[in-house]
């Protein structure tokens, strides 16, 4: 017996993303922040939140130890695992983008195939892919949770960057180096190519 054939939905019960949006006065879109461990991802989200909240944009952040600590807590470090992991992200993202929610999203996602699932989930036009550009050298001289040193001992199989690969964006949305100390000017430029996507054209809403 097909499960799916017992699932019916009531999408057009509900009121759409555009009358969600229209009340909101922002476009909803998912912000894909890519990169190595310790590349600065989550610290450059909460930045990015607090100077979108400071301009009445509402967003909302899924980092990697909320959701493994939550949502995910069940799956584990295999590549399967991973992929699970990164598909049930990309899903809560698009029910938040359809309640006109701009969502920020930081996770390694090391591979080329497993971001394209997460894009093609959310949708092309709504997924912004921001590669968090900073090298190994600088995110192990960081290592803030010390996984570097563990991985480095091999307490750590298949580590991203150390024992398994990174692909690095071919084409991102934003490729952000983020070796700078003064994060405010990272944060600046950010903005700079976000706000554009994310304001609000009245014209093209009905109420």
């Known amino acids: 017996m097909n499960i799916q054939n017992n699932i019916y939905t009531t999408f057009s019960q509900m009121k759409g993303r555009s009358s969600k949006e229209l009340y909101l006065k922002q476009k909803a879109k998912v912000l894909w922040f890519t990169g190595l461990s310790g590349s600065g991802k989550t610290t450059l989200a909460c930045l990015l939140e607090k100077r979108l909240f400071e301009l009445n944009y509402f967003c909302q952040i899924l980092d990697g130890d909320n959701i493994r600590s939550g949502l995910n807590n069940g799956l584990k470090f295999t590549e399967e695992d991973r992929q699970e992991n990164i598909r ?59 996984l570097y040193k563990k991985a480095r001992k091999g307490e750590i199989p298949d580590f991203t960057g150390i024992s398994s690969p990174f692909e690095a964006p071919d084409h991102p949305f934003i490729n952000i180096d983020n070796t700078s100390s003064d994060l405010e000017k990272t944060v600046d430029e950010l903005l700079l190519k976000i706000i554009p996507e994310i304001q609000i054209d009245h014209t093209s809403y009905i109420k």
């Open 88 to 146: 049930r992200i990309a899903e809560v993202s698009k029910l938040f983008l359809n309640c006109g929610v701009i969502t920020l999203c930081t996770f390694i996602s090391p591979t080329k195939k497993i971001r394209e699932m997460a894009r093609d989930i959310v949708g092309e036009a709504d997924f912004l892919e921001i590669y968090v550009n900073s090298s190994l050298d600088v995110c192990e001289s960081r290592d803030p949770k010390g």
